[in-house]
């Protein structure tokens, strides 16, 4: 086990476990191990292995608390903080914290809060602590599983059940009062959010110009008057722990806030998001109607498809004007990174599935596209 530096100085790290010792109320902690989980471009998660006092009462003389023969698994927590700079529409760490909590309160598969620490002088940041869950979110790696077929249909099914819970959560909802409700719908809304980016960007992107005045102009189509809900708006795969074929929990919440339920469901069936499985809707993991049956039996209402596909526009807009934002903090802010750098190309993707997609609804008809909707699958 080692502590990387990355996280906070051999200061801090003192500091850090006196914290951790005064949350779970115990004399003392020694960290083990810090390890930097994947991902982070946005957010940082991790991994943080512990030692008490009751640990080490829990060990033989002969077994040290490290050794791999051990039959003890020592405590292991989930650090959560802010990647070197993060995008303006994420929420400060107390206001994720409070987002899981009202979604573990509805049944929704979340890890538990241990802390939260708004004090920027203990590791130079804010952050929180959450419990671990076993699991794995390499989105790749489900999409290419070799048993995905024993499994992919009750997950599909589970994940509409669980996305059914989290739009339970209204605006009403006590503990998300730092949350508003959208000051005009919610189109117009996710559509003001593009607008912000890529007026900030210093090149021109006509087809994502093009696909916000396209979806503009069809606004009346678009919106269903669907209630007004939390969604997590960026429920895929790769948010969201798998272990043994079953979802665990649905992670990074730093972009939720009320929207329409159509908004989760074309996000998380969005091309972009499939990683090669195109042919299956739900995250390259299943079909569309598998997803539905879960979400109908958690008592959720599932918008028309026809909704849905303007919400799959969208996806791949947004994740194309994310892309943008995230490559301009490397190249224009200069933040240094491989990662961030690398979002650059991923916008010409984007740009072919949405001339793709809008051609689709412009040019077959609506007996055409519910063809495409139903017997294909939502593809």
Known sequence: MAVSPLLCTVEQLSELARWFAEQLDVPQVDILETRKLSGGAIQQNWLITLSTEQDAQKQTHSEPLHSVHSHYVLPRYVLRCDAPSQLGVSHPKSAEAALLSAAAEMGVLVPQIIGICADETLIGKPFFVMSYIPGEAQARKWVRHPQKAEFATQLAVQLGQQMAALHQITPDNPHLAFLSRPDTSAEEQALAEIRGILDKMDTPHPVLEFACYWLKERMQD???GSEIVLCHRDFRTGNFLI???QMTALLDWEFARFSVPA?????????????????LAVGGLAG?????AGYVAAGGTPPALRTIRYWQIFAELRWA???????????????LSLELVLSAPLVAEMEYHLLTLISEMDTLSHDAQQVIFEQRGLI
């Open 288 to 292: 569309y109607r598998d997803f539905r």
């Open 222 to 224: 678009w919106q269903d």
């Open 321 to 335: 004007a994310i892309a943008l934002e995230q490559a301009w903090r490397c190249q224009v802010a200069g933040e």
């Open 243 to 245: 272990h043994d074929g």
């Open 263 to 279: 908004e989760d469901i074309g996000w998380l069936c969005a091309r972009c998001w499939r990683f090669g499985a195109v042919q």
